[in-house]
């Protein structure tokens, strides 16, 4: 198979402009002044061999964190079973991380998109997969996309946590979880979260447990035919007063139409 060019979804906006947060007290600062192995748990993944995208870690546990608030505070950064995988700015939040990708554009991650980002990206002592290797960022890692498509028979990443399960699933874990992952349903998430979920189902039907936790936005969800199921009786409708909260619940959908959308011609 013939080298792809990685194309990924440009980092999400606010305003036209790259949305960064304030900086939070954390291991890492901003230009990577401090080293992200400093941390008792912290074992960095290991470059095998660079030009064929050969990432490893020893650990069987592998934890992918993002920005949501709902969980990512839950991350087991001082857990030494864990291998921690962040994304992005995310190196300005994490307590510690074994590994890191950055599987945008080139453009989204310049110094007027997010500053002091492609200096701490420079000087990153840990593996970074990113869409190409670069010697201006030594710890840069080409994403093996070939051997994955090949392997899997699916060229379908519309995500970052997409790149991360697979990479993931390379190393036969006895566990993958995930905090700070939503992919909340709107903009780009309409087509992020689908992919990310169907890389997860490939996790299940590998027998690998999948850790999601409460409060947490995937792999969750139940609609019927007639309606939401009730969260109190399995199976059934909601219809008795004071069963589950039927306003908090969504609507049942509209029939869906038979004929041509409207103004089709």
């Given at each position: 198979?013939?080298?792809?060019?990685?194309?990924?979804?440009?980092?999400?906006?606010?305003?036209?402009?790259?949305?960064?947060?304030?900086?939070?007290?954390?291991?890492?600062?901003?230009?990577?002044?401090?080293?992200?192995?400093?941390?008792?748990?912290?074992?960095?993944?290991?470059?095998?061999?660079?030009?064929?995208?050969?990432?490893?870690?020893?650990?069987?546990?592998?934890?992918?964190?993002?920005?949501?608030?709902?969980?990512?505070?839950?991350?087991?950064?001082?857990?030494?079973?864990?291998?921690?995988?962040?994304?992005?700015?995310?190196?300005?939040?994490?307590?510690?991380s074994d590994l890191h990708i950055e599987i945008h554009q080139e453009q989204d991650y310049l110094p007027e998109s997010v500053p002091g980002y492609i200096e701490w990206l420079r000087s990153c002592p840990i593996p970074i997969f990113m869409q190409h290797h670069s010697r201006d960022i030594p710890m840069s890692v080409r994403f093996p996309i070939e051997h994955v498509i090949d392997r899997w028979g699916v060229d379908y990443?519309?995500?970052?946590?997409?790149?991360?399960?697979?990479?993931?699933?390379?190393?036969?874990?006895?566990?993958?979880?995930?905090?700070?992952?939503?992919?909340?349903?709107?903009?780009?998430?309409?087509?992020?979260?689908?992919?990310?979920?169907?890389?997860?189902?490939?996790?299940?039907?590998?027998?690998?447990?999948?850790?999601?936790?409460?409060?947490?936005?995937?792999?969750?969800?139940?609609?019927?035919?007639?309606?939401?199921?009730?969260?109190?009786?399995?199976?059934?409708?909601?219809?008795?007063?004071?069963?589950?909260?039927?306003?908090?619940?969504?609507?049942?959908?509209?029939?869906?139409?038979?004929?041509?959308?409207?103004?089709?011609?």
């Open positions: 198979m013939s080298e792809q060019t990685l194309i990924a979804p440009p980092l999400h906006t606010q305003n036209g402009a790259l949305a960064v947060r304030p900086i939070q007290d954390g291991t890492y600062k901003e230009g990577g002044s401090v080293d992200p192995r400093n941390h008792p748990a912290s074992e960095p993944a290991v470059i095998v061999d660079l030009d064929r995208g050969i990432v490893t870690t020893s650990r069987k546990r592998i934890a992918i964190v993002g920005f949501a608030q709902t969980t990512n505070h839950l991350t087991p950064f001082d857990d030494p079973s864990w291998c921690i995988v962040t994304m992005n700015e995310y190196y300005r939040y994490a307590k510690r990443f519309t995500c970052t946590v997409a790149f991360e399960i697979a990479w993931a699933i390379e190393q036969q874990p006895d566990e993958i979880g995930l905090w700070g992952v939503d992919l909340a349903v709107g903009s780009e998430y309409f087509f992020e979260r689908p992919c990310a979920e169907f890389w997860l189902g490939v996790c299940k039907g590998l027998g690998i447990r999948v850790t999601i936790p409460k409060g947490a936005a995937l792999l969750r969800g139940r609609i019927t035919s007639s309606g939401p199921t009730c969260r109190c009786t399995p199976g059934t409708s909601p219809t008795r007063r004071g069963c589950c909260n039927r306003s908090a619940m969504p609507a049942p959908r509209s029939p869906p139409r038979t004929g041509p959308p409207s103004g089709c011609r």
